[in-house]
T-cell receptor, first 122, second 108 residues
Framework: QVRLVESGGGAVQPGTSLRLSCAAS????????MHWVRQSPGRGLEWMAA????????ISADSVKARLTISRDNSKGTLSLQITSLSVDDTAVYYC???????????????GGQGTPVIVSS | EYVLTQSPGTLSLSPGERATLSCRAS???????LAWYQEKPGLAPRLLIY???SRATGIPDRFSGSGSGADFTLTISRLEPEDSAVYYC?????????FGQGTRLEIE
């Protein structure tokens, strides 16, 4: 069974940076592209970034592209997201998601964890 | 960029009734790459429908998707209290992947 465990969230001040992690199990991690998606009460679900199964292709939403770095370690089965210059608008629950199809990057994905909350406040 | 508009914003129905949720895209969604997700508080969003009409593994046949082009519908028949949730449509035809704003379904 697919299991994704997100971590690294918490309460942070505006202007700081944060690194989120996602530990994957229950599937062959290196065969699937991965995504980060966030959910906030005011904005609903928002796709943020994706990385190919081999880590060589990365795409992200224009709204966060300049502040965001997505990476993965296939040997450890982990996915990471670094976000800089955090603002109150970044307050959300952050989810990692697994590509639905075993491929370079599948734009269809499925969730498998409860997310990690990030609260940006002074 | 595809913009997805869902309606209604909130839907209140009784157990046993049928719910009809709409999702309209700003342009025709290529290959009908349209999915539906269910979100409940404290839980990860769950994939219900993909390819506009294919049910994901383990999803009851009370959930059905239809539509093509720019107009799509999620129908939930024989509503149960556990169906109370927010439902999102999503297009995965191209980047950026986009979601609708959600429809809140209340079962009273």
């Amino acid at each position: 069974q697919v299991r994704l465990v997100e971590s690294g969230g918490g309460a942070v001040q505006p202007g700081t940076s944060l690194r989120l992690s996602c530990a994957a199990s229950g599937f062959t991690f290196g065969n699937y592209g991965m995504h980060w998606v966030r959910q906030s009460p005011g904005r609903g679900l928002e796709w943020m970034a994706a990385i190919s199964n081999d880590g060589n292709t990365k795409i992200s939403a224009d709204s966060v592209k300049a502040r965001l770095t997505i990476s993965r370690d296939n040997s450890k089965g982990t996915l990471s997201l670094q976000i800089t210059s955090l603002s109150v608008d970044d307050t959300a629950v952050y989810y990692c998601a697994k590509g639905f199809y075993s491929s370079h990057i599948s734009f269809l994905f499925e969730f498998g964890g409860q997310g990690t909350p990030v609260i940006v406040s002074s | 960029e595809y913009v997805l508009t869902q309606s209604p914003g909130t839907l209140s129905l009784s157990p046993g009734e049928r719910a009809t949720l709409s999702c309209r895209a700003s342009e025709s969604v290529s290959s009908n790459y349209l999915a539906w997700y269910q979100e409940k508080p404290g839980l990860a969003p769950r994939l219900l429908i993909y390819g506009a009409s294919s049910r994901a593994t383990g999803i009851p046949d009370r959930f059905s998707g239809s539509g093509s082009g720019a107009d799509f519908t999620l129908t939930i028949s024989r509503l149960e209290p556990e169906d109370s949730a927010v439902y999102y449509c999503q297009q995965y035809a191209s980047s950026p992947i986009t979601f609708g704003q959600g429809t809140r379904l209340e079962i009273e």
